[in-house]
């Protein structure tokens, strides 16, 4: 069999483990998986506040609402990324977020405005949904890619024999849900979550996070590996699909406990 039969096949089979109507990862499937854990992992009495507040009863169901609405007119000045200096590894507000534009500064933004009784309940209640998107959207590696290249929207790649980008690879492709549902494969993720991983994973700040994608990036995202051409290698792919995974699990676990906190005070 030749070589570009080979590689056709392997791409098919690639393909063919992620389902068309589930999506695939940071898309809309990969928010409600965050949501999902994030839900398996709160306070009982932080999710009753939660449906009895802000009539959510789960949090996948609006995890994807701040980007529905970007395509509103009325999108909010809010940004999904945030971009590190060039040939820096680590954020500072002050040179690479001045204006506080970008997704570390917009969850701290919206942590405040959560537990602020002087914000209304509709006020609150769309921060509750910024946080529960933003919250994830700094754990995409991508998000905290160069700004040069937006973030590897410019860099043309191959997934198996589909044309594609380097941000969308991170975004939709490296999550294999293999004929789940976005809740079934985020039950999986939540499984093999340990209580040492719980502790691990909690706490830090938005900046720590974003250092931590920015360090993944760096070393992982950017660090292309090819089989043929622009085709990316199965080690590559394999390597992305573990840290992608992680990535979910960590976002969910910091997503409740980021809520724990918050809520607690507040109801």
């Given at each position: 069999?030749?070589?570009?039969?080979?590689?056709?096949l392997?791409?098919?089979?690639?393909l063919s483990?992620?389902?068309?109507?589930?999506?695939?990862?940071?898309?809309?499937a990969g928010?409600?998986?965050v949501?999902?854990?994030a839900?398996?992992?709160l306070?009982?009495?932080?999710l009753?506040?939660?449906?009895?507040?802000?009539?959510?009863?789960?949090?996948?169901?609006v995890a994807?609402?701040?980007d529905?609405?970007?395509r509103?007119?009325?999108k909010?000045?809010?940004?999904?990324?945030?971009?590190?200096?060039?040939?820096?590894r680590t954020?500072?507000?002050k040179?690479?977020?001045?204006r506080?534009?970008?997704v570390?500064?917009?969850?701290?933004?919206?942590?405040?405005?959560?537990?602020d009784?002087?914000?209304?309940?509709?006020?609150?209640?769309?921060?509750?949904?910024?946080?529960?998107?933003?919250i994830?959207?700094?754990h995409?590696?991508?998000?905290?890619?160069?700004?040069k290249?937006?973030?590897?929207?410019?860099?043309?790649?191959?997934?198996?024999?589909?044309?594609?980008?380097?941000?969308?690879?991170w975004?939709?492709?490296?999550?294999?849900?293999?004929?789940?549902?976005?809740?079934?494969f985020?039950?999986?993720?939540?499984?093999?979550?340990?209580?040492?991983?719980?502790?691990?994973?909690?706490?830090?700040?938005?900046d720590?996070?974003?250092?931590?994608?920015?360090?993944?990036v760096?070393?992982?995202?950017y660090n292309?590996q090819?089989?043929?051409?622009?085709e990316?290698s199965?080690?590559?792919?394999?390597?992305?699909?573990?840290i992608?995974?992680e990535q979910?699990?960590?976002?969910?676990i910091?997503?409740?406990d980021?809520?724990?906190?918050?809520l607690?005070i507040?109801?």
């Amino acid at each position: 069999m030749g070589n570009k039969v080979v590689r056709c096949l392997i791409g098919l089979v690639l393909l063919s483990a992620i389902p068309l109507q589930e999506g695939r990862a940071w898309g809309p499937a990969g928010h409600r998986i965050v949501g999902t854990i994030a839900e398996m992992n709160l306070d009982p009495r932080v999710l009753h506040a939660i449906r009895t507040e802000f009539n959510i009863n789960h949090l996948a169901n609006v995890a994807n609402w701040a980007d529905e609405i970007k395509r509103s007119d009325k999108k909010p000045d809010v940004l999904h990324y945030t971009n590190i200096a060039v040939n820096h590894r680590t954020y500072n507000q002050k040179r690479d977020c001045p204006r506080k534009r970008c997704v570390t500064e917009k969850i701290k933004k919206y942590e405040s405005v959560l537990v602020d009784p002087g914000s209304s309940r509709k006020i609150r209640k769309e921060a509750f949904k910024f946080l529960v998107h933003l919250i994830a959207d700094v754990h995409q590696p991508m998000h905290l890619g160069y700004e040069k290249d937006r973030g590897g929207n410019d860099i043309a790649v191959y997934f198996g024999s589909k044309p594609t980008n380097l941000h969308r690879i991170w975004d939709h492709d490296l999550v294999f849900l293999n004929g789940k549902t976005s809740r079934q494969f985020a039950r999986r993720l939540n499984r093999s979550i340990t209580p040492e991983n719980k502790i691990q994973w909690s706490g830090g700040t938005p900046d720590d996070w974003s250092n931590e994608s920015r360090a993944l990036v760096l070393d992982v995202g950017y660090n292309l590996q090819f089989s043929r051409g622009r085709e990316l290698s199965l080690d590559y792919i394999r390597h992305g699909r573990k840290i992608v995974e992680e990535q979910l699990q960590r976002a969910g676990i910091r997503l409740a406990d980021r809520l724990n906190r918050l809520l607690k005070i507040e109801f």
